[in-house]
C-alpha cells in the first residue's frame, strides 16, 4: 500500500513538473516584450490590408455609420505611419506619467523611506498579528514593487523564523501581499497611471474625448486591500502553516534589525509632512470656491485637481522623502536629491524603448479600425449568447488570469488586452466603463502572480527559499502559493460581482456603466 502510495505521489509529482516544466519553457521562448509589440504592430498593418480587400466593416451602435477597415498599406497608411510614429510615442498617456511619478517614488526609494516603512510596520506589529503585518506591508509595498520583493518577501521569512514559525510560511504571506496585492492598495501609486494611460487609449476608439482617471479603481481597491489581507492571513494560518509543519532546518535565526533613533524620527517627520500636504490639498477642492475645483461649474470629479492627479502623486511621495532624507542624513545637499532621482531614472531606460513600440501598436491598431470592428462585433456576439453582465466580467478575470501564466509585464499585457475588451464592453446594451474592465484584469493578473514562473521576481523568490532548505524550488513556491491563488479568486471575482450588481462606482469618475 504505501509503495503505490509513494509510486503515485512520484507520477504525480513527475506530471506537475512536466507541467511547470512546460509553462517555464514557453515563458523563456517568448521574445522581450518590446520585440512582442513590434511584431504586433506589423501584424496590424497586414491584417489591416486584408481586412480591407475582403471589405470588414461593421455598423457604429452609437451614431449608425459604417466602419470600414483601414489599409495602412496603402499610399495615405504608409504616409500617415511615417509622419506619426513620433507623434505616437510623445502622445502615449503612460509615457508622462510614469516619468513623472517616479521623480517622487525614486527619491522615497532612494532616501530608504520606503524600506523603513516596511520594517517600520512588520516589527511594530505584536506577535498574534504578525501574519496581518506581513501581508499588509505587502500590499502597501505595492507602491515601490521592487522594495517588496527584495526587502519584505525575505524579511518575512527572517521574521517567521526568528519567532519560531516556519518562514517558509512568512514568505508566502509576503509574497501574496506583495504580489497577489497588484490589484490592492490603500494608495494611489505608480501603476495606476500607467494602466489608466492604457485605458484612456483604449475607451478613446469609441469616445475619443474619454479620459480614463488614475485613482478610477480607488475604491474597489480600497476594499480589494481587505480582500487580501483576510484571505491571506486566513489561508496562511490555517491551510499553509499546517501544511508546511515544524521548521527542522538548519538555517541559522537572525536577528531582525530595530529601526535606529534617526530612522524614527525622521519617519515620524515624513508622516508629519504628509500630513500636512493632505490637508492643505483637501483645501484646495473641499471649500465650494477651493482652487483646483472646476472654475466654472464648481465640480470636483471634472476639475484641475483630477486633470493634474499625478503632480498631487508625485508630491505625495516627494515631500515626506525630503524630510525623511534630510535627517537620516541621506540628503545632504542638491546633489544628493538629484542623485536618487537620476538614480530612479536612470533604470527607465528599457521601459521608455517598450512603450515606442507599444505606442506604435496601439495607435496603429487604432488607425486601422481593427478594434473598432471587433468590439463591435464582439459586443453583438456577446448579446446574441446572452453572456453579459457579471458573469462576462467574472470570466474576463479568469481569462486575464490565464494569459498572465505566460506573459510577465502587466502594462505589456494590459496594452495588448485592453484596445480590444474596453471597447467591446462599452458598446454591450449595459455599457461598462473603462474602469470594470480594468479592475477585472488586476484581479486576474494578481491571482496568477502568485504561480507563474513567468513572473520576473519569481527566481528570486526560490532563491529567498532555498536559504532554508537547498531542496526548495519552483514546485515548492508553486504549490506552497497555490491555496492563495484559488481562494483569493473565489472571494475576489464573488466582491467585483456583487460590487457590479450593487452599482457602487469604483472610483472617482469611475461609475460601473457609462451613458
Not at 521574445?31 to 471589405?55: C, D, R
Not at 531582525?256 to 533613533?261: A, C, E, F, K, R
Not at 532624507?325 to 542638491?334: L, Q
Not at 457579471?390 to 488570469?401: E, K, S
Request: proline share 5%; glycine share 10%; charged share 10%.
Amino acid at each position: 500500500m504505501q509503495n503505490e502510495t509513494t509510486k503515485h505521489q512520484k507520477t504525480s509529482g513527475n506530471l506537475f513538473n512536466r507541467i511547470l516544466d512546460f509553462i517555464e519553457k514557453v515563458g523563456n521562448a517568448l521574445p522581450h516584450p518590446a520585440t512582442i509589440f513590434a511584431m504586433l504592430a506589423g501584424i496590424v498593418v497586414l491584417i489591416s490590408a486584408i481586412s480591407y480587400w475582403m471589405g470588414a466593416s461593421a455598423v457604429h451602435p452609437v451614431d449608425g455609420s459604417v466602419v470600414t477597415a483601414n489599409n495602412l498599406l496603402s499610399g495615405d497608411g504608409i504616409r500617415w505611419m511615417y509622419t506619426n510614429m513620433l507623434n505616437n510615442f510623445l502622445r502615449f498617456p503612460p509615457l508622462g506619467y510614469v516619468l513623472v511619478v517616479m521623480i517622487g517614488i525614486g527619491l522615497a526609494e532612494g532616501t530608504g523611506l520606503f524600506s523603513v516603512m516596511i520594517r517600520a510596520l512588520v516589527l511594530g506589529a505584536p506577535p498574534k498579528f504578525i501574519t496581518a503585518a506581513i501581508v499588509l506591508a505587502g500590499i502597501i509595498s505595492g507602491l515601490a514593487v521592487e522594495a517588496g520583493y527584495v526587502i519584505l518577501i525575505p524579511l518575512g521569512a527572517m521574521l517567521f523564523h526568528g519567532i519560531g514559525r516556519h518562514p517558509m510560511a512568512g514568505l508566502a504571506a509576503a509574497f501574496c501581499g506583495v504580489s497577489g496585492g497588484f490589484g490592492a492598495n490603500f494608495v494611489i501609486g505608480s501603476i495606476d497611471p500607467i494602466l489608466a494611460g492604457i485605458s484612456t487609449s483604449a475607451a478613446q476608439l469609441i469616445i475619443p474625448d474619454m479620459v480614463v482617471n488614475p485613482a478610477v479603481n480607488y475604491y474597489f481597491m480600497i476594499a480589494s486591500s481587505f480582500v487580501v489581507l483576510i484571505v491571506g492571513v486566513w489561508v496562511t494560518e490555517k491551510i499553509v502553516e499546517p501544511r508546511l509543519g515544524e521548521y527542522k532546518g538548519a538555517a541559522q535565526r537572525l536577528e531582525i534589525v530595530q529601526l535606529t533613533p534617526a530612522e524614527n524620527k525622521g519617519l515620524r517627520w515624513a508622516g508629519i509632512s504628509l500630513l500636512v500636504f493632505i490637508v492643505a490639498f483637501a483645501f484646495t477642492v473641499i471649500p465650494q470656491n477651493g482652487l483646483l475645483r472646476n472654475p466654472e461649474t464648481g465640480s470636483v470629479l471634472h476639475s484641475p485637481f483630477f486633470d493634474g492627479i499625478i503632480i498631487g502623486i508625485l508630491l505625495m511621495f516627494f515631500i515626506p522623502a525630503l524630510f525623511y532624507g534630510r535627517i537620516v542624513g541621506t540628503i545632504k545637499n542638491d546633489k544628493d536629491l538629484m542623485k536618487h532621482i537620476i538614480k530612479s531614472m536612470s533604470g527607465m531606460g528599457s521601459y521608455i524603448v517598450l512603450v515606442f513600440f507599444a505606442a506604435q501598436f496601439v495607435y496603429f491598431f487604432n488607425e486601422s479600425n481593427l478594434g473598432l470592428i471587433i468590439a463591435i462585433k464582439g459586443a453583438a456576439g456577446l448579446r446574441d449568447i446572452g453572456f453579459t453582465g457579471p458573469i462576462l466580467i467574472a470570466a474576463f478575470v479568469l481569462l486575464a488570469a490565464f494569459i498572465n501564466l505566460f506573459m510577465g509585464s502587466a502594462s505589456a499585457k494590459w496594452a495588448i488586452i485592453a484596445p480590444v475588451f474596453i471597447p467591446m464592453l462599452m458598446l454591450l446594451d449595459n455599457a461598462y466603463h473603462p474602469g470594470i474592465t480594468q479592475a477585472a484584469f488586476r484581479i486576474g493578473d494578481s491571482l496568477t502572480n502568485l504561480v507563474t514562473p513567468m513572473m520576473s521576481y519569481f527566481a528570486l523568490i526560490v532563491t529567498f527559499a532555498q536559504k532554508y532548505d537547498e531542496r526548495y524550488g519552483i514546485g515548492t513556491i508553486i504549490s506552497t502559493m497555490i491555496p492563495y491563488t484559488v481562494l483569493l479568486g473565489i472571494v475576489w471575482i464573488a466582491a467585483l460581482m456583487l460590487w457590479v450588481w450593487l452599482g457602487i462606482p469604483l472610483g472617482p469618475d469611475g461609475p460601473i456603466y457609462i451613458n
